[in-house]
């Protein structure tokens, strides 16, 4: 009986729930558990980011071509129908499935991890690496970053560039990019940071721009400020967990709104996270019989 984690990523969603799933993992030490992508360049390069072992799958239909019959997952994706999310918990001895929708339910023959939703079977809180807690002491060396996300396959932020000029932010390229897509985005933001710095200006920046969630999140931990920036093309259900840990939003590519969030931010009071990464391991391991 093997253990899984597939979380769901590409160009088009970009890594969010892959950070979410190298924070579960890394927090779940040394068990034995293959990371399954449905992108192929980050199972590649899952290792630099502690995962010991990670699959590309493509699709999610592929899953059962690798694991068998009464193997346990971890499941972090909206993809699920309810025809599939049945065969799934089915096929599993184990299901838990990881979502942030504040309206979701959980199934008969699954458990939830979901900040919004609260009983039997269910851990209602954050999937956050310890090392971005850990670095709330340390000097925030970037005063404005900007961290738009993994993806932006349409080229959404060099279409709103306008909104951006003059705010002195410092740009981190995201996974995803096009190559050479940075020389376009460079007479608008100042310095540039390879995506591979990530750690560094997030944990770095005492302001955080975003539009990445998780981003916002691991800013927020390593005591900084974010400012989440909610994308037309994106759901939306971060933003009443946003609301609730004071994280400014800004709704869409609105230059004037973004503008009065940089001045009040120094003077905003955030609401502080706490370390809970143990809470969610033990969930984990109790649910896992690990």
Same mark, same amino acid.
């Given at each position: 009986?093997?253990?899984?984690?597939? @979380?769901?990523?590409?160009?088009?969603?970009?890594?969010?729930?892959?950070?979410?799933?190298?924070?579960?993992? %890394?927090?779940?030490?040394?068990? +034995?558990?293959?990371?399954?992508?449905?992108?192929?360049?980050?199972?590649?390069?899952?290792?630099?980011?502690?995962?010991?072992?990670?699959?590309?799958?493509?699709?999610?239909?592929?899953?059962?071509?690798? #694991?068998?019959?009464? +193997?346990?997952?971890?499941?972090?994706?909206?993809? !699920?129908?309810?025809?599939?999310? *049945? +065969?799934?918990?089915?096929?599993?001895?184990?299901?838990?499935?990881?979502?942030?929708?504040?309206?979701?339910?959980?199934?008969?023959?699954?458990?939830?991890?979901? =900040?919004? $939703?609260?009983?039997?079977?269910?851990? %209602? &809180?954050? *999937?956050?690496?310890?090392?971005?807690?850990?670095? #709330?002491?340390?000097?925030?060396?970037?005063?404005?970053? /900007?961290?738009?996300?993994?993806?932006?396959?349409?080229?959404?932020?060099?279409?709103?560039?306008?909104?951006?000029?003059?705010?002195?932010? *410092?740009?981190?390229?995201?996974?995803?990019?096009?190559?050479?897509?940075?020389?376009?985005?460079?007479?608008? /933001?100042?310095?540039?940071?390879?995506?591979?710095?990530?750690?560094? $200006?997030?944990?770095?920046?005492?302001?955080?721009?975003?539009?990445?969630?998780? #981003? @916002?999140?691991?800013?927020? *931990? #390593?005591?900084?400020? =974010?400012?989440?920036?909610?994308?037309?093309?994106?759901?939306?259900?971060?933003?009443? !967990?946003?609301?609730?840990?004071?994280?400014?939003?800004?709704?869409?590519? %609105?230059?004037?709104?973004?503008?009065?969030?940089? &001045?009040?931010?120094?003077?905003?009071?955030?609401?502080?996270?706490?370390?809970?990464?143990?809470?969610?391991?033990?969930?984990?391991?109790?649910?896992?019989?690990?």
């Amino acid at each position: 009986m093997r253990l899984y984690y597939y @979380a769901h990523t590409g160009h088009r969603i970009g890594l969010d729930r892959f950070r979410r799933a190298a924070a579960i993992i %890394n927090a779940l030490g040394d068990i +034995d558990i293959t990371l399954l992508t449905s992108d192929f360049r980050i199972a590649a390069q899952a290792r630099e980011f502690g995962i010991k072992r990670a699959v590309g799958v493509d699709v999610v239909r592929n899953i059962p071509q690798i #694991a068998h019959h009464g +193997d346990k997952i971890i499941f972090d994706s909206a993809e !699920l129908n309810p025809s599939m999310h *049945a +065969d799934m918990t089915r096929f599993f001895s184990t299901f838990i499935r990881v979502n942030d929708d504040p309206n979701d339910k959980k199934s008969s023959g699954e458990s939830l991890l979901n =900040p919004y $939703v609260e009983g039997e079977g269910i851990c %209602n &809180d954050l *999937a956050i690496d310890d090392r971005y807690f850990q670095a #709330a002491g340390n000097e925030k060396s970037i005063e404005r970053a /900007f961290y738009f996300g993994d993806d932006d396959y349409e080229e959404d932020l060099h279409k709103n560039m306008a909104m951006f000029e003059g705010k002195g932010l *410092a740009l981190l390229l995201g996974f995803y990019w096009f190559m050479d897509y940075e020389k376009k985005l460079e007479k608008t /933001f100042g310095e540039q940071y390879e995506n591979e710095e990530y750690d560094e $200006v997030i944990t770095r920046s005492q302001i955080l721009v975003t539009a990445s969630p998780q #981003a @916002a999140l691991e800013n927020l *931990a #390593a005591g900084g400020r =974010p400012i989440f920036i909610q994308r037309p093309d994106y759901g939306r259900e971060f933003l009443q !967990l946003f609301e609730r840990l004071k994280i400014p939003i800004v709704d869409g590519y %609105n230059r004037t709104e973004l503008g009065k969030q940089l &001045d009040n931010v120094l003077s905003h009071e955030y609401h502080k996270l706490t370390q809970t990464g143990e809470k969610v391991t033990v969930f984990l391991k109790s649910t896992l019989a690990l």
